[in-house]
Nanobody
Framework: QVQLVESGGGLVQAGGSLKLSCVVS????????MGWFRQAPGKERNLVAE????????YYADSVKGRFTISKDNAKNTMFLQMNSLKPEDTAVYFC???????????WGQGTQVTVSS
């Protein structure tokens, strides 16, 4: 069973930056397509960014393109989300997830809160 643990959330002013981390345990991160999701209060959980396990290609939601960067360090079994130029609308709980076969997101972390003040 894969375990995912996020960290790095917090309170930041608009225009600031945060870097989230997701440590993968019990399996090798390179075996999975990895993604970051976020969920604001009363809203659905949405995909923010993704990095494909085979091609290494990345995907970003339109709302974060040019501001967020997804990356991973296979040696450390860790995925990152660098978030710059943060806006109040980026406020949400951020979750990391792992997909082993391209069919569904199989494993989830517990989430980390990001709050951006105006």
């Amino acid at each position: 069973q894969v375990q995912l643990v996020e960290s790095g959330g917090g309170l930041v002013q608009a225009g600031g930056s945060l870097k989230l981390s997701c440590v993968v345990s019990r399996r090798t991160i390179s075996d999975y397509t990895m993604g970051w999701f976020r969920q604001a209060p009363g809203k659905e959980r949405n995909l923010v960014a993704e990095i494909n396990r085979l091609s290494g290609r990345t995907y970003y939601a339109d709302s974060v393109k040019g501001r967020f960067t997804i990356s991973k360090d296979n040696a450390k079994n860790t995925m990152f989300l660098q978030m710059n130029s943060l806006k109040p609308e980026d406020t949400a709980v951020y979750f990391c997830a792992a997909d082993r076969d391209g069919l569904r997101w199989d494993y989830w972390g517990q989430g980390t809160q990001v709050t951006v003040s105006s």
